[in-house]
């Protein structure tokens, strides 16, 4: 923790605006020194109180969740899904220990989210990290449905697919299976599929089958996220496809949603 609580005061000290921002940075910094219930107290009246800066809340917010205070996880879970990568991380390295059983309904419900895509790198993450029940459901779900064409979040894909792998639930060698036919996830599906014991020329069995039996058919299609007749991963077709939208998907893209009540 004390790597990451440097980390995070380091990037928030270069936030600060005015005199009156660096006293409530070193007193905040002064509270978690402290670590004592009047402290906690303290660091919780800031999470809910009017006009306070975001960085504020966000360092408050991290020393409970690290703490195991409970109070911390509505503000985590908001920053879990913020349009800044770098508040997106430090959130879920906080509520990864918070121990409380809603971060893995929250983080769930922000991966398999279609509107949130962009946003669900961290959540997945987490998932993987919580080992919840929740965790395999939610990856598969969020992965079988970025293996089409033409959609940009592939790191969201790729972090799906190395978290099933970790988790090892045979629950996911379909999709992990379907996986290995797009070039960005080609390898790390393998070797996802390999720590669930499957053979790599089981593999290739399932993925000839997959192209035997057209664009249109069954597993070779869409659904099983091969490249549809006229797709070129170098052109920037398919989950592969690299660019703007896939920079933008690394980087948070645009606010919108819960980002806008931050």
């Known amino acids: 923790m004390e790597d990451e ?3 995070l005061t380091d990037r928030v000290r270069a936030e600060l605006r005015s005199p009156q921002d660096l006293i409530a940075y070193e ?3 002064g509270l978690a020194r402290k670590n004592s219930p009047a402290g906690r107290e303290e660091l919780a009246r800031m999470l809910v109180a ?3 800066p975001l960085w504020a809340r966000e360092v408050a917010a991290f020393i ?3 703490a195991g205070d409970k109070r911390a996880f509505e503000t985590l879970v908001l920053l879990l899904n913020y349009r800044d990568p770098v508040r997106c991380a430090t959130a879920a390295f906080a509520l990864a220990r918070l121990g409380d059983p809603r971060t893995a309904r929250a983080a769930a419900a922000l991966a398999t989210n279609p509107l949130r895509t962009a946003y669900a790198l961290h959540p997945v993450r987490l998932l993987a990290e919580l ?3 929740q ?3 939610a990856l598969i779900a969020t992965l079988e449905r970025l293996l089409t064409p033409h959609n940009p979040y592939w790191r969201v894909a790729l972090a799906c697919v ?3 792998g970790a988790l090892g639930d045979r629950r996911a060698v379909p999709a992990l299976t379907a996986a290995v036919a797009h070039p960005r996830l080609a390898a790390a599906a393998a070797a996802s599929l390999a720590r669930l014991g499957v053979h790599e020329d089981a593999v290739a069995e399932d993925g000839a089958e997959a192209a035997a039996s057209g664009p249109d058919g069954g597993r070779g299609g869409r659904a099983a996220g091969g490249p549809g007749r006229g797709q070129d991963p170098e052109r920037g077709e398919g989950p592969g496809a690299g660019g703007a939208d896939s920079r933008r998907a690394d980087s948070g893209g645009t ?3 819960v980002s806008r009540r931050m």
Request: net charge negative.
């Open 5 to 7: 609580f440097h980390e």
């Open 27 to 29: 007193r905040l910094l």
């Open 50 to 52: 009017v006009e306070r």
């Open 64 to 66: 409970l969740g690290c």
């Open 131 to 133: 080992r919840a029940p």
């Open 135 to 137: 965790s395999v459901p």
């Open 162 to 164: 190395e978290g099933l």
């Open 255 to 257: 606010d919108s949603g």
